[in-house]
C-alpha cells in the first residue's frame, strides 16, 4: 500500500527558503498513471495546491507561488521535494505531499501524507 | 475559480441525511469536481471525483451530484465517523482550488 511521508525542518526564518521531502513507500514512483503534488493548509483555514510535479519532471504551479516556488523529483529515491524562496509568516502552514490520478490529468489527490508543520519565525 | 461552500456548519444526529452544497464562480466545464473528507488532526481524505465517481474503499453513502456552477455532496445517513469538514475542489481550470470547507457536527 503505498505511504507518503513528508520530511523537513518545522522553524523557518522570514525571508529564507523552506525546504520539504516527500518520500514513497509500497509504491512505484515512476509510473505514468501517477502526478504527485503538494498542499498546504495554513492553521484554522482551508487548502491550497501549492504545485504538481509530473512523472517525466514537467511541473504545474499556481500562480500565485509560482515565483517562489520549485518541485522537483528524484526518482532513484522515489522522492518529489518543495522549495518555497523568501518565506513570510503567511507561508506558515501544514503542508502535504498527495498522489495525483491518472484519471483526472493529477489534478485531483487520493493519496497523502500525514503532512509536516511548518512555521516561519525569526 | 472562487468555490463558495454551504452551509458553514451543519448540524445533524447519526442516521439522518446531510447535503452540502459547493457553488463555482464560474463554469468549470461539466463535473471536474472532487469533494474531500478532514478529520481533526488529518489529511484530507478522498471521496468523490468528476462530481459523482466515488473513490475506491469510499461507501456507497456518499454520493454526489452536480455539473457546471453547482454541486452537492450527499451522505444519505451519517455514521459517527462522518463528522468532519469536507472540502471541495474544482479541476477544471488551473490553479487547481478548494472551497473554504463546510463542517458536519453533532
Known amino acids: 500500500q503505498l505511504q507518503l511521508q513528508e520530511s523537513g525542518p518545522g522553524l523557518v526564518k522570514p525571508s529564507e527558503t523552506l525546504s520539504l521531502t516527500c518520500s514513497l513507500s509500497?509504491?512505484?514512483?515512476?509510473?505514468?498513471?501517477?502526478?504527485w503534488g503538494w498542499i498546504r493548509q495554513p492553521p484554522g483555514k482551508g487548502l491550497e495546491w501549492i504545485g504538481t510535479?509530473?512523472?517525466?519532471?514537467?511541473?504545474l504551479y499556481n500562480p500565485s507561488l509560482k515565483s517562489r516556488v520549485t518541485i522537483s523529483v528524484d526518482t532513484s529515491k522515489s522522492q518529489f521535494s518543495l522549495k518555497v524562496f523568501s518565506v513570510t509568516a503567511a507561508d506558515t502552514a501544514m503542508y502535504y505531499c498527495a498522489r495525483g490520478i491518472a484519471a483526472t490529468g493529477g489534478r485531483v489527490f487520493d493519496t497523502w501524507g500525514q503532512g509536516t508543520t511548518v512555521t516561519v519565525s525569526s | 475559480i472562487v468555490l463558495t461552500q454551504s452551509p458553514g456548519t451543519l448540524s445533524l444526529s447519526p442516521g439522518e441525511r446531510a447535503t452540502l452544497s459547493c457553488r463555482a464562480s464560474?463554469?468549470?466545464?461539466?463535473?471536474?469536481l472532487a469533494w474531500y473528507q478532514q478529520q481533526p488532526g488529518q489529511a484530507p481524505r478522498l471521496l468523490i471525483y468528476d462530481a459523482s465517481s466515488r473513490a475506491p474503499g469510499i461507501p456507497d453513502r456518499f454520493s454526489g451530484s452536480g455539473s457546471s456552477t453547482d454541486f452537492t455532496l450527499t451522505i444519505s445517513r451519517l455514521e459517527p465517523e462522518d463528522f468532519a469538514v469536507y472540502y471541495c475542489?474544482?479541476?477544471?481550470?488551473?490553479?487547481?482550488?478548494f472551497g473554504q470547507g463546510t463542517k458536519v457536527e453533532i
Open positions: 509500497g509504491g512505484s514512483f515512476s509510473s505514468s498513471n501517477y502526478f
Open positions: 464560474q463554469s468549470i466545464g461539466s463535473t471536474l
Open positions: 475542489q474544482q479541476y477544471g481550470s488551473s490553479p487547481w482550488t
Open positions: 510535479v509530473y512523472y517525466s519532471g514537467n511541473t
